[in-house]
Structure formats: C-alpha cells, structure tokens
C-alpha cells in the first residue's frame, strides 16, 4: 500500500465492502477478505483468527498458508505472537518473527519461510474478538502508516464480526449473542430470579462503517461535534452561579474535551481512510478504552472516562440512537448496566426481578435498594455489557455470584428447581409468621427486619418482623439532587410511622460518607473512605444537616414513640454530643409548641472496636446498642468487605469474633443495655442461632430472612448450642461453624 495515502485506504475499504455486499457464506466472505487485504497491502500473506471461546483463538481464514490449517490450528491467549496480541491488545511488529518473544512455530501452516509479522487486534470497544496478521518473506518493519491502515481495516473486521457478516459452521464463526455465557461476579444482594435482560443503556451499533464521499462524514462529523459542544454549553449554563463546584469541574472537563482539536483532528484522519463519522468516533473511542486500562493516575483515568462518555453521546447524535430505544421492558425484566444510581434504579420501580453491574460494590446505594426490595443483585460480572442483548434468557444466583445468560435448557431446568425449593421454603416459613422466635429451652429471640424505603414497609407483616431495627434515612437524601426540605422528611418520617402501625421502628441518622456521597455534596478524596470522613462525623461537623433531620423526626413522631439512633460512633464523647443535640432540639421544639414524642430512645451503632472498651458511662447513658456487624466485622479483622481477596479469609464465627460479641453483651448485660445485631449476617440462620446462643436477645435481618432465622430459632435448644460453641473455642478452633454444623447434623 503506498505510504500515507488516502485514497488507498479508501480503495481498500471500498473493495471490503463490495465483497460483504456480495451474496456468500461467512467463510466465503473472509476467505475473499484475506485475499483482498493481502493484494492491497502487498504482503505474502493475510489471516485472520477469531476467537472460539473466551481463551482459544482459531485460524478461520488465511491467503499465503497453508489453507489445510484452517480451523485446525488453534492456540491460547498469550500463546505464541497471535496470542500475544490477544492478550495485550496491543500491534505486534516483528521484522525478524522467529525471534521475537514469545514466537511460536506452527508447522501445519508452513509459515517457516515468511520472517516479517504483523498483528493487531480485531477489538471493538474494549472487546477482543480476534486477531489480523500479515506476513512477508522478506524481513521488514512495517511503516506507522501500515499499522494504522490495518487497524483501521481491524476495525471494520470487528464491526462487520458483531453484524454477523462471518457466520458460519463451527464455534469460532458462530453467530454473536446466540451462544450461552457464564459470568462470575460478587455478591451484592443473595436470592435467584430468572427472567430477560433489560438493558439500562442499550449498545450503540454502527451499522455502516465504511463510507464513499469523506467530505460528506467530515460534515456529519462537524455538525455532531456542534450539537455536542452546544449541549455542554447548555448544561454548563443551567446550573447558575449557585452550582456545585464539582459539577461545575466535571462539565468544564468535558468542554475541554469536546472543543479539543487534537480529538477532533485524529476522526477526521480515520475519516480520510474510509470510514463513516461514527466507525472513526468508534475507532477512537476504543483506543481511549484502551489507554484507560493501562493509565495507573486515577485522575487521568477519570478523564479519559470523561473522554469516553463524550464519545458515547457524540456516537448517539450520529446514529439517532438514544438511551431510549422505544425497547419495551420484557416480562420479568433483569436490569443489566454498568453501574447505576440509586435515583435512576428507583425510577424502575420493584418490577424489576434482579440486577446484574459490570461494576457496583456491596455497600453502594444499588445494593442498598437490591437489599430493601430483596431481589437478587450481582456485581463486577466483567464484560456481560458485551455480550447481553435485550431480551435475552438471563439466570441470576445471587448466592453465589453467578450470572447464566441464554442458558442451555438443562442448566435453567436445574435453576428453576433452586428457585421452586426457595419458594417452598417460604411458604413453610408462612405458617410461622406470628409465632414467636421461641428456643425449646424457652429463650425469645425478637426478630426485626432493615428498611430504607416505604416500598419495604408492607414486608414488616408478611415476613413476621416484630419492628424495624434498622431505617436507613440516607435514601431520602441520595435519590434526590438537592437536600431534601424539613418538612419533606417529616411527612416521609411520620408515613413510615403510619406504616409500621404501632410496631417500634429505629431510625438511624445520616449515614453518609464513605461509599454514599450525595449527589450536591463536594467529594472528598480520602485514601480510605470506609475510616475516613463519614456518618456522625458529618453529622456533628455539619450541625445543621443533623438539627433539620432531628426536628424532622421530632414532629414526625407527632405524640408517638420515637427512637433514634446514631451511625459509626467511635468514642464516648462523639455519643454524647450528639445525644445533647437531639436533647436541645427536643427542648426546642417544645418551646415552639410542637407535640413532643411520647417517648424517646437515644442509641448507638457500636461498628467500631474502640466503643466496645468505652467507659462505663456510654453503656449507662445509651438507651439501647445495635451491633452494625457489616462494618464491625470488616475493622475486626482488618479485611476491606469490597475487597474478595480478603473479606472471605474471615469467618462471623470465628472464635476471636465470636468472643468480641460475647463481651459486648456482658458489658450490655452490666447495665441492663439492650442489645442487638443488625447486618447481612444477622439474617443468615446459622450466625443468627450462634449470636442468640451467646446472650443476644434482638436480631435485625433484611425481611426474606426472617422465616429461616426464625425456624431454626424454634427446632434450637440454645444452651446446647452454647456447650457446642464453649467446646470448640475451648478446644483451640479458629472457628466453631464446623461444630456447630456438626452437631445440627447430628440432631436431625
């Protein structure tokens, strides 16, 4: 191909799309492609690998080897120069190939005699989908000009692959999103749901990558980039001289961007080889996908996600495809995204069955909202936005993590059978609901359940719960853009209240920070958030966010029972002052005339060690204690609960742990404190039987796991399992589950 030119590329591009416009198999069309990328790059040979499954590659079209290699030949990720390029996704250069690192020899190809390599990804949006190489006798370093000629060609390659151009016999030319996957992710919220991907913003698709007139895609271009850049103006525009600084940043980045010629020049090149506008916003796109893997500045990175949703908006404006699609939500709807905001996910509403993230964390606002509707939530399963369409049969086990998508009909066989046997299980469970969580040794456990949002009220009956132990009121503030009026959040307050109908409910105050950060709030960047700025700590440094919240809960108990208590305290005096508080305000708000409550109960979250050793004094003045064992557990063994390779090293019945309860109810006990544990453990029968066998008399659990905590509860001697625990600790075990279970077993 001669050097730099234009009209080469473009004669290339034009011949590739003659021959996918003539009629043909799919291996007939990449066998004439190979021959034509061969001819215009004047090279011995051309072949293409795609992959077979997520690790092997498959030769499926050559012109120069051995044609009796076809579908034979066939390596690994990482294996050999084509592997190599899969795996870094980067151009492989080599003018001496058998030299080079990594090389593999492959005799049935006969490709002994042609020193020159060069390889490329065919990537389409961070998506490897194969390999492009061309081969020379002669030893030679192809030119930048060669390179980036193939990559563009890569680049149709893997337009044309997603468009089914090359389907074909065989799993390596199979037709895309056809095929079942398997998605390993983390648990976010437990439970099984089957039903179809709905997803939350569908996949922009290029269906014309190659264009004939390049002045014609220049103008689209320029006309989109107007559109674009008139957008951001607006919105920047919009937000007045009152805006949040932040916001403010984030939208001066992406004018930056959008008005950066350098972005803009490099689609006008890719535009002059042949393609149309939104292949060459594509083609860069990728490549800034590609830099954002490998930049380790987390700043930088930011900003080439800034760059990247540019490129998304700008490729909706060229192709007239909008985050709403017109698609309607399918029966059982399985929302599919890459991240979303507790806003936006309660804008779907409980129709929705379950939620898979590519990304997403156990304690973010989407899990807090999975958790409150119970439906099943699995996050970080990598790469499924690449694979799911709407509509697709989708599987989500959310006990382990596991995401089936188009499912073969005996896996979805044995999937509804767990979900048939959960079902059973509940109904069981029913027959108990207004039955006491009573031990046969005649110990009473209260069972009450975690709310965050009206929608979970109606659980308080049908799942038994005697109360709610825990109402996160941050969700008021986090699905809104600003902060929510006083009066707003007394009427929200005094409706849960109503709901409730007389059961005692606990509302926990602000618990912001760390992983929740309000949307009109300025971020702050802390090496480690979990322990850093958060919680009370906002609280009694933002006094009057917490005085407007108090005087919300104050008359929104209107003459009733009203207990409150306060996240993440960390020592006696941080109680205190903000027990003072609610106490100014309750005498405040009796001045004013307001009816007071007619009862007040003033707790703490013990979630940090060091409360635990507080003076005598705390647990005297502290009307009651819930244990957050989410986060007392995570500081107790020093293990990040976001992070896999640790917080599964570390067991809630581990006998260190197990010993740490067990003195903080000794200390309750002293002062006649009340005492309870609230957290996902709490909910799991086993830990639950374990912590009432050790003194704990209160339990608070998302409202699905009332039933089975209460039926072990019921078939349990709690002295016996006290003996089974005091002997496994007694006997040097780091953990006494294995004991416990053991002797569960033995019993039934």
Not at 395 to 407: A, E, F, I, S
Request: charged share 25%.
């Amino acid at each position: 191909m001669p050097k730099g030119s234009e009209s080469e590329s473009r004669k290339l591009l034009g011949r590739l799309r003659d021959t996918l416009a003539e009629e043909g198999a799919g291996q007939e069309r990449l066998d004439r492609i190979t021959t034509i990328i061969a001819d215009s790059m004047g090279t011995d040979v051309c072949s293409i690998y795609l992959f077979r499954d997520a690790e092997t590659l498959e030769l499926c079209a050559t012109e120069g080897l051995n044609k009796e290699a076809v579908h034979q030949t066939r390596m690994r990720v990482g294996e050999g120069l084509v592997g190599r390029v899969a795996r870094s996704r980067n151009p492989v250069n080599a003018p001496d190939a058998p030299s080079a690192r990594g090389f593999r020899f492959m005799p049935e190809t006969g490709e002994e005699i042609f020193s020159s390599f060069l390889g490329l990804p065919i990537q389409r949006l961070g998506e490897t989908l194969g390999v492009l190489v061309v081969q020379s006798k002669e030893s030679r370093l192809y030119t930048d000009d060669e390179v980036y000629a193939l990559e563009v060609v890569a680049m149709v390659l893997a337009e044309m692959t997603e468009l089914g151009a090359f389907q074909d016999e065989g799993a390596a030319m199979g037709a895309r999103h056809t095929q079942q996957a398997l998605f390993r992710g983390g648990v976010a919220q437990e439970g099984a749901a089957e039903g179809h991907v709905y997803l939350h913003e569908p996949r922009v698709v290029v269906t014309n990558p190659i264009a004939d007139d390049p002045h014609v895609e220049r103008k689209r271009l320029e006309d989109a980039m107007s559109t674009l850049r008139g957008t951001v103006d607006e919105m920047l525009g919009a937000m007045g001289k009152k805006a949040d600084k932040e916001q403010v940043k984030v939208l001066e980045a992406y004018r930056m961007f959008a008005n950066s010629r350098s972005w803009v020049r490099r689609m006008q090149e890719n535009i002059g080889l042949g393609l149309s506008a939104e292949a060459a916003v594509e083609k860069e796109q990728s490549a800034t996908r590609a830099r954002m893997e490998s930049v380790p500045d987390a700043y930088l990175r930011e900003r080439l996600h800034d760059l990247d949703d540019l490129s998304n908006r700008l490729l909706r404006l060229l192709t007239g495809q909008g985050k709403d699609t017109g698609a309607e939500m399918p029966d059982n709807p399985i929302l599919v995204a890459k991240n979303i905001g507790p806003g936006e996910l309660l804008d779907y509403g409980k129709k929705l069955k379950g939620i898979v993230l590519e990304e997403g964390s156990v304690g973010s606002h989407a899990a807090i909202v999975a958790r409150a509707w119970a439906i099943p939530l699995v996050i970080n399963a990598k790469r499924i936005l690449t694979e799911a369409l709407n509509g697709d049969h989708i599987l989500v086990d959310g006990d382990q993590g596991v995401v089936h998508l188009r499912p073969e009909d005996s896996v979805a066989a044995a999937f509804r059978d767990k979900i048939a046997m959960q079902t059973q299980a509940q109904e069981r469970y029913a027959s108990i609901r207004e039955k006491p969580a009573t031990s046969l040794d005649g110990q009473t456990i209260t069972l009450n359940m975690n709310a965050g949002l009206m929608a979970d009220l109606p659980s308080l009956v049908g799942s038994g719960a005697e109360g709610v132990g825990l109402f996160r009121t941050e969700l008021q503030f986090l699905t809104r853009a600003r902060v929510p009026r006083r009066s707003e959040l007394a009427s929200i307050y005094g409706s849960v209240m109503d709901a409730a109908k007389g059961k005692p409910v606990v509302f926990r105050t602000l618990d912001i920070g760390s992983d929740k950060v309000l949307p009109y709030m300025k971020p702050t960047e802390e090496p480690n958030p979990a322990m850093g700025w958060r919680a009370i700590r906002v609280g009694l440094d933002k006094k009057g966010v917490m005085r407007m919240q108090l005087q919300a809960l104050i008359r929104a108990a209107n003459g009733r029972p009203l207990a409150i208590m306060f996240p993440f305290v960390a020592q006696f005096d941080e109680f205190r002052d903000a027990r003072q508080h609610l106490l100014d305000e309750l005498e405040r708000e009796k001045k004013m005339g307001h009816v007071m409550p007619s009862d007040v109960k003033i707790g703490a979250m013990l979630e940090t060690p060091s409360l635990a050793f507080a003076p005598q004094q705390f647990f005297e003045m502290a009307d009651f204690i819930s244990i957050g064992g989410n986060d007392l557990k995570q500081f107790f063994f020093a293990a990040d609960r976001e992070n896999e390779r640790v917080r599964k090293r570390y067991d809630t019945l581990n006998v260190s742990f197990l010993s740490f309860l067990g003195q903080i109810v000794a200390r309750c006990n002293d002062t006649n404190t009340p005492v309870s544990f609230c957290g996902e453990d709490a909910g799991r029968p086993i830990e639950a039987m374990c912590f009432s066998a050790i003194g704990m008399r209160s339990l608070s659990m998302r409202p699905a796991s009332i039933g089975p905590v209460k039926s072990l509860l019921r078939r349990t001697d709690l002295s016996e399992a006290k003996a089974v625990i005091d002997e496994a600790s007694a006997s040097g075990a780091q953990s006494v589950r294995g004991a416990v279970m053991d002797w569960l077993t033995g019993r039934s």
